[in-house]
């Protein structure tokens, strides 16, 4: 199976993507139907361990969706063990030096460009003999989130590390780490012109920047603005917002 976002990002289009807190091959299942250009399985902040992971991914399967993890660190063995199940870009939390940026990718890639261990047990079709291997250096996208001010300080460098192929901006730690109120949809005039300063940097290397962000309405004011990823709060956030107006509409 190509990956699509990369294709995306190869014609200059953005992409859509959905996000999994929940872990449930039946939501995922349900959740990857729905229009998404890729989703991913948040083993950060959500509620998932490997074997939910696993599960996500088999739900996922049938509608033919880019299948990403956010990785709960930047870490060999959990990196290694999400694209043997099958993910097709990792988004890895905190990398702010071009040293954990060089680590990400050394993490993801196969030898010479890195020093993945090799056993795809799901990806390489249950380990059986193909071509996986030959090609998931190529397919696999490897993505550093940029979300403290020591990353901004260091984002030339970060940027400059073979192997990125995009950086995605975690706006409530961002914020944070600036001492500012952590939220997603970010106004702050301060934050923003970090995002233009991150599109203009990715820009010229022709690497693509993604953004997480909590409504569809500021997802497409990103879009516009020049993300290549965005990613609309996560299937919680959604199904909540969702059951909130339909017990409002009936009660009213």
């Known amino acids: 199976?190509?990956?699509?976002?990369?294709?995306?990002?190869?014609?200059?289009?953005?992409?859509v993507n959905g996000w999994l807190a929940i872990p449930s091959a039946f939501s995922a299942e349900m959740y990857s139907q729905c229009g998404w250009d890729s989703v991913t399985v948040d083993?950060?902040?959500?509620?998932?361990?490997?074997?939910?992971c696993v599960a996500c991914f088999q739900g996922?399967?049938?509608?033919?969706?880019?299948?990403m993890v956010r990785v709960p660190w930047n870490e060999p063995g959990i990196i290694g063990k999400v694209l043997d199940a099958?993910?097709?870009?990792?988004?890895?939390?905190?990398?702010?030096?071009?040293?954990?940026?060089?680590?990400?990718?050394?993490?993801?890639?196969?030898?010479?460009?890195?020093?993945?261990?090799?056993?795809p047990?799901?990806?390489?079709?249950?380990?059986?003999?193909?071509?996986?291997?030959?090609?998931?250096?190529?397919?696999?996208?490897?993505?550093?989130?940029?979300?403290?001010?020591?990353?901004?300080?260091?984002?030339?460098?970060?940027?400059?590390v073979p192997g990125i192929d995009g950086i995605y901006v975690g706006p409530s730690d961002l914020s944070f780490s600036y001492g500012k109120e952590p939220k997603l949809d970010v106004e702050d005039p301060f934050i923003l012109e970090i995002y233009d300063k991150l599109l203009a940097a990715c820009a010229s290397r022709g690497i693509s920047a993604g953004l997480h962000n909590g409504t569809a309405a500021y997802a497409n004011r990103m879009i516009k603005k020049g993300f290549k990823l965005v990613t609309i709060a996560n299937e919680v956030g959604l199904m909540v917002a969702?059951?909130?107006?339909?017990?409002?509409?009936?009660?009213?």
């Open 1 to 15: 199976m190509a990956n699509k976002v990369k294709e995306a990002w190869k014609s200059g289009k953005a992409v």
């Open 43 to 52: 083993m950060q902040h959500g509620v998932q361990d490997y074997l939910s």
């Open 60 to 67: 996922m399967q049938p509608s033919g969706v880019t299948p």
């Open 86 to 119: 099958g993910a097709y870009g990792v988004i890895c939390p905190m990398v702010n030096t071009p040293e954990e940026a060089r680590a990400l990718v050394q993490y993801s890639k196969y030898p010479p460009a890195g020093t993945r261990s090799n056993g």
């Open 121 to 160: 047990i799901r990806a390489g079709a249950y380990g059986s003999s193909g071509g996986y291997q030959k090609t998931a250096n190529d397919e696999i996208l490897v993505i550093p989130m940029i979300e403290t001010k020591q990353a901004i300080e260091n984002i030339d460098a970060i940027l400059d």
């Open 242 to 252: 969702a059951a909130k107006a339909a017990v409002k509409e009936a009660k009213a």
